[in-house]
């Protein structure tokens, strides 16, 4: 019996190893085809290439929190919130109508970034509640339905939210009388200011967020509902306020994130979710979906790659910018399916 | 025992066929109302007709029915969520861009079958027939291309792969320019593709050689001929080994590849099956419908659009999914803005657009509201339809617990806490 099992077992064996490498040696070829290409781009025109890199950290940090967004729903229901791009893009919307129409601001002085400030916590406040709202009235009844059914859902809401957006903003882009040009110094016209104000109000916001997620009793709840649904009811978790929670959170910073993308872009439209949500989900999948770190670190590399592709030498330029994000998303999930930062898991029955 | 399942066998024999020829046969009595009978209606019901329920928006249609009967390959029998399905409607259309008019102003002349009238025109003049099959077959080859990095990773990955493949290809349709090679023409498009040619029926009298702009009527039949086809093939697939094969793997995955099911060829073929019905579609939409292909139709709304009619049909439901298909293609196409119109002329208020602008919000509650109460669709699948009526898991089940056990101590603590 042994005799007659033990060479196809062999032969199988030798087949995946041979499978892994061939895998690995593409994956290789890949990096080092990305690396020739950083390289040429540095030496062809630097201070284009640095130039472009620092405008893609400055969207790759706007990337970051929506990815956060992403990242967290999912560790908790593992539900991808399609809506999510198009939370962040009503946002925006609240934003900006905040900033401009409300406060009559036009240009992010002293006043104007108090102002910023201000239409940046309602926003938060608006889009938290209403991810919370669409989790009461929709995922909630579907936690126990087929996988399907909540992504369909999300899908809907996508359609609503756009719709929101249609109704407020207009079915055109829409460009908003605000200076975002900071002055200060700038360098091939990549302006170092910009960089402050979104590193400003991205790094609290992230540090803000490991501690709740890391150090409070909320956070440890988090984690648990996250890691075991059943188990954290038995140990007396309000499984559902959790959740509930993680979507306020999530909310919340694509609320931040729309506020943001308003000060350093000044005009925004009704789908404007679709695109960047759809990169901000790359971006948390590159991570490593489910992870923290993996979101802000996507979220940063897909910014970077985005600009670099967008404004180095050798770059394809903006009309080809979906497409390379893509294609490096496809090619991830041939070779490292778990993500930069994930971990690999085996389906449970 | 024998003799029952023979009969069941039999039935499922006959239903293949009944449900494609009662579809032609509602489809020819359409036709002969709208060729002999319309045109010689009072006005103002002529008029009627043509505002509510136009032969062009039955043509388009049928177009979108064979679209929503390949992603329900893909979706309602193997159950693997694509998001990116327009890519194939647009590969289907540029095949057809390539192989039945001039693109790029080339100077090459190519003809094969095409219709007589051409002979004398330049380009690639391909017959419809002859196109169907080679975009079909296109589109499956990048269907498989596109599913072979997927089929490692689980259900909510695999839509956005798919996603990100449909827009890899609009963004190409719309660039054009791939490696120096104008591909697609971008925003402008391939125009005059060749309208289909009858051939022999072109003989018949009142049959014209070639289906212009102004024979609609006649295109609904031809493109009734190939739902009709579409239907059959989803029939057929449906209840043999490969069909079977796909319902194992939507019910769950890990116990059909623990049967024998071959995952990765089952999952291929899925892929392979649902593409060629796109490529189909893609051809019949730019021949027969618009004449002209470009980049500005093949977006992400349009994927959604076709999963929509798919989920409100009932998802592996063919029946379903054809019934969804005609329903929201016409809201979309004409029943939408006419009953804006409609209500305008009723209240004398100007809010006609109103209704075309928040399409959004209508598809938007609808698959919000389909999804809370009716998840099988109007018309749920019969397997669907038996799982549903299941009792979900107690939370006590979930947790391992013992029915039995769990009953008791649920009434204990009922009791006790009157």
Known sequence: MVAVASPSLTRIRRKVRLGETAGRVVGVLILLALAVWIVANVIKGPGQFFAALLTGLDNGALYALIALGYTMVYGIIELINFAHGDLFMLGTVVSANVFVKWLGLGDLGAAGLAGLLLSMVIAMIVCALINVGTELVAYRRLRNAPKLAPLITAVGFSFIFQDIGINLNGSAPRNWPITTNLGGPSWNGFQFYQLLLVAGVTLPLLALMSWIVTKTSRGKAMRAVASDQDGARLMGINVNQTISFVFALGGALAGSAGALWIATHASNSYNLGLRLGLIAFTAAVLGGIGNLVGAVLGGLLIGVIEGVNNGAAYGLGQQWSQTVIFIILITLMVFRPEGLLGRRTTEKV | ?418
């Open chain 2, 1 to 418: 025992m024998a003799a029952v399942q023979r009969a069941s066998v039999r039935q499922q024999g006959v239903s293949r066929f009944v449900w494609p020829i009662s579809m032609l046969a509602i489809v020819i009595v359409m036709f002969v109302f709208y060729n002999n009978i319309e045109p010689n209606l009072q006005t103002n019901i002529a008029n009627g007709i043509n505002d509510w329920l136009p032969v062009a928006t039955f043509n388009e249609s049928m177009v979108w029915i064979i679209m929503a009967l390949g992603l329900n390959v893909v979706v309602g029998y193997a159950g693997l969520l694509d998001l990116g399905y327009v890519a194939f409607w647009a590969i289907g259309g540029y095949a057809a861009g390539w192989l039945m008019a001039q693109p790029w102003a080339n100077s090459w002349t190519f003809h094969l079958g095409s219709p007589t009238y051409l002979s004398q025109a330049p380009g690639i003049h391909v017959t419809f027939w002859l196109v169907l099959i080679v975009a079909g077959v296109v589109c499956a080859i990048a269907g498989i291309i596109i599913g072979a990095p997927t089929l490692r990773l689980r259900g909510d990955y695999l839509a956005l792969v798919t996603l990100g493949f449909g827009e890899m290809i609009g963004q190409i349709a719309q660039n054009g320019k791939v490696a120096g090679i104008n591909l697609t023409n971008g925003d402008t498009g391939i125009a005059s593709i060749d309208p289909i040619g009858t051939g022999w029926f072109g003989n018949l009298q009142g049959v014209p050689k070639v289906l212009t702009a102004f024979d609609d009527t006649y295109k609904l039949l031809v493109l009734a001929v190939l739902v009709a086809v579409c239907m059959f093939i989803s029939l057929r697939i449906r209840d043999g080994r490969l069909g079977r094969a796909w319902l194992a793997i939507r019910e769950d995955e890990l116990a059909a590849s623990m049967m024998g099911v071959p995952l990765v060829r089952t999952k291929l073929s899925a892929y392979a099956v649902g593409a060629f019905f796109g490529g189909l579609g893609g051809v019949g939409f730019a021949s027969a419908v618009t004449g002209n292909v470009a980049s500005s139709r093949f977006l992400f709304s349009v994927s959604i659009t076709v999963l929509l009619m798919v989920v409100l049909g009932g998802m592996g439901n063919v029946w379903g999914v054809t019934i969804g298909a005609v329903i929201l293609s016409w809201v979309n196409s004409t029943g939408l803005s006419q009953f804006g119109v409609q209500f305008d002329q009723w209240t004398g208020l100007h809010v006609a657009d109103k209704f075309q602008q928040n399409q959004f919000l209508l598809f938007g509650v609808v698959l919000v509201l389909m999804m809370l109460f009716r998840p099988g669709g109007l018309i749920p699948e019969k397997r669907t339809k038996k799982l549903m009526r299941e009792a979900p898991r107690t939370e006590a089940e979930s947790l391992g617990a013992d029915i039995t056990e769990a009953e008791v101590e649920d009434e204990i603590a009922l009791e006790e806490s009157r």
